[in-house]
């Protein structure tokens, strides 16, 4: 078991902050706790790191602002919300920020902004560059404009989501909680604390319940879960409370706070991670026994004779998920034909391509170099 923090060593850091720490449990924006984060940071870049902030708190300053007590159920009520909030966020950010002479960015991304690849790129760097400019980024989901279909749906995936970008070596999610325990502290008086374990540990996630407020969205399954997803790309997670007094600088002197979960997977590469931070997809396609023999355990790329079924309406270079016969997700990757393409060629051998559609593209329906299996 490691004793010094994984956040020592990080030199790019995205943290998150979650509703009811940004908002003092929805009383209003906590710009005491704001100003420590503020300082805190600073004294990371000062240290050499860099730093990403991902913080949520718009719906909830916005119901505050609105004075609505309870939630919006409707989804334009939430999306005004969003939109008064995250001015107030915005302002805070920049005013506490301001006191150590830091500029900040707003940056608001939906998913599809994250699935479209050259927009991708864009965000990137763009966060790259204001990272060499020395500005802090603060990031949060473009609640105004999202619908079902483009969004994320929680800062904690979101947070991971740009972990992944930009090749963060570490993400910390601050919280309510101290971390992770055995079971939600709010409900069980026994829970144990867990200090370190493995991202992607499946016992992790039976732990892991809800949203212990009405102020946040994602609970702690969505951090157990963004942690698995920051692992991807090497990066560690640490979950701790923001109350904590110096919470990120002692992190970043090497004690251990809060929950450490070790990045150990397989490492992918940026393009495999772009294409496995897919949330939503434009399809799927069903492949027969063999097939599925040929992916997970061969190493093979997947040929349209293998394929039994195609939903959905996609364009060659969408990602589309390749699934067993029960509906079970095997593979998702770049589909090298259009939906309509797809269903004509599915079932026959490659030699039969060019003869069904009058040319050929490539010989494979999905490349293995542009696939990632789950
Ligand atoms: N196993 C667990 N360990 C710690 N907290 C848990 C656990 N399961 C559920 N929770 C709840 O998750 C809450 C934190 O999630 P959430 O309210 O979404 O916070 P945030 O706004 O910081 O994202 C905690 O207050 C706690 O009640
Ligand atoms: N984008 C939303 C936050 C959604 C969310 O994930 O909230 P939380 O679980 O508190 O991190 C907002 O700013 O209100």
Same mark, same amino acid.
């Given at each position: 078991m490691?004793?010094t923090?994984v956040i020592?060593s ?8 979650g ?9 209003g924006?906590d710009?005491q706790?704001?100003?420590?984060w ?5 004294r990371?870049?000062a240290?050499?790191k ?8 718009a719906?909830a300053e916005?119901m ?8 919006p159920?409707?989804v334009p009520e939430?999306?005004?919300?969003a939109a ?7 302002q805070?950010y920049?005013s506490?920020f301001a006191?150590?002479?830091?500029h900040t960015a707003?940056?608001?991304?939906t998913?599809?902004?994250l699935?479209?690849r050259?927009?991708y790129l864009?965000a ?5 560059t204001?990272l060499r400019?020395g500005?802090v980024?603060i990031i949060n ?8 279909e483009?969004k994320?749906g929680?800062?904690d995936t ?12 570490a993400?910390v999610i601050?919280?309510d909680q101290?971390g ?9 008086p026994?829970?144990?604390f867990?200090?370190?374990?493995r991202?992607?540990?499946a016992a992790l996630?039976?732990?892991?319940g809800?949203a212990g407020?009405?102020l ?5 399954l ?5 942690a698995k997803?920051a692992?991807?790309s090497g990066?560690?997670?640490?979950i701790?409370?923001g109350?904590?007094?110096?919470v990120?600088?002692?992190l970043?002197?090497?004690e251990c706070i ?5 990045a150990?997977l397989?490492?992918?590469s940026a393009?495999k991670?772009?294409i496995a931070?897919?949330?939503?997809? #434009?399809?799927?396609v069903?492949?027969?026994? /063999?097939a599925a $023999?040929?992916?997970? *355990?061969d190493?093979? +790329?997947?040929?349209?004779?293998g ?8 364009e ?6 390749c699934v067993d016969?029960?509906g079970?997700e095997?593979? #998702?990757g770049?589909?090298?034909?259009s939906? /309509?393409a797809t $269903?004509?060629i599915? *079932?026959?051998p490659? +030699?039969?391509?060019e003869?069904?559609?009058g040319?050929?593209?490539?010989a494979e329906?999905?490349h293995r ?5 789950r």
């Amino acid at each position: 078991m490691n004793t010094t923090s994984v956040i020592a060593s990080a030199r790019r850091l995205v943290i998150k902050v979650g509703s009811s720490l940004v908002t003092d449990e929805g009383r209003g924006l906590d710009r005491q706790a704001l100003s420590l984060w503020a300082a805190q940071i600073a004294r990371l870049r000062a240290l050499g790191k860099e730093v990403v902030l991902v913080s949520s708190g718009a719906i909830a300053e916005g119901m505050l602002r609105l004075g609505w007590e309870k939630r919006p159920v409707l989804v334009p009520e939430l999306q005004a919300a969003a939109a008064v909030g995250q001015m107030g966020l915005a302002q805070a950010y920049e005013s506490v920020f301001a006191q150590h002479a830091l500029h900040t960015a707003q940056i608001l991304l939906t998913h599809d902004d994250l699935s479209d690849r050259r927009r991708y790129l864009n965000a990137r760097s763009t966060l790259f560059t204001l990272l060499r400019l020395g500005v802090v980024p603060i990031i949060n989901e473009n609640d105004t404009v999202v619908t079902d279909e483009i969004k994320v749906g929680d800062n904690d995936t979101l947070g991971a989501l740009v972990t992944n970008l930009i090749e963060a070596d570490a993400l910390v999610i601050l919280t309510d909680q101290r971390g992770l325990y055995s079971a939600d502290p709010r409900k069980d008086p026994d829970a144990r604390f867990i200090s370190h374990a493995r991202a992607g540990e499946a016992a992790l996630e039976t732990m892991a319940g809800g949203a212990g407020s009405s102020l946040g969205k994602g609970g702690m399954l969505t951090k157990i879960l963004a942690a698995k997803r920051a692992a991807g790309s090497g990066a560690h997670t640490v979950i701790a409370s923001g109350r904590e007094a110096e919470v990120l600088v002692r992190l970043a002197g090497g004690e251990c706070i809060g929950t450490e979960l070790q990045a150990s997977l397989p490492l992918l590469s940026a393009r495999k991670q772009w294409i496995a931070d897919h949330l939503q997809l #434009r399809g799927r396609v069903t492949v027969d026994d /063999g097939a599925a $023999r040929a992916l997970t *355990r061969d190493n093979k +790329s997947l040929l349209p004779i293998g394929v039994t079924a195609v939903e959905g309406e996609f364009e060659r270079g969408d990602v589309v998920a390749c699934v067993d016969a029960s509906g079970k997700e095997l593979a #998702r990757g770049l589909i090298n034909y259009s939906s /309509g393409a797809t $269903r004509r060629i599915m *079932r026959q051998p490659t +030699s039969q391509i060019e003869a069904l559609l009058g040319s050929m593209e490539e010989a494979e329906l999905m490349h293995r170099d542009n696939m990632v299996i789950r």
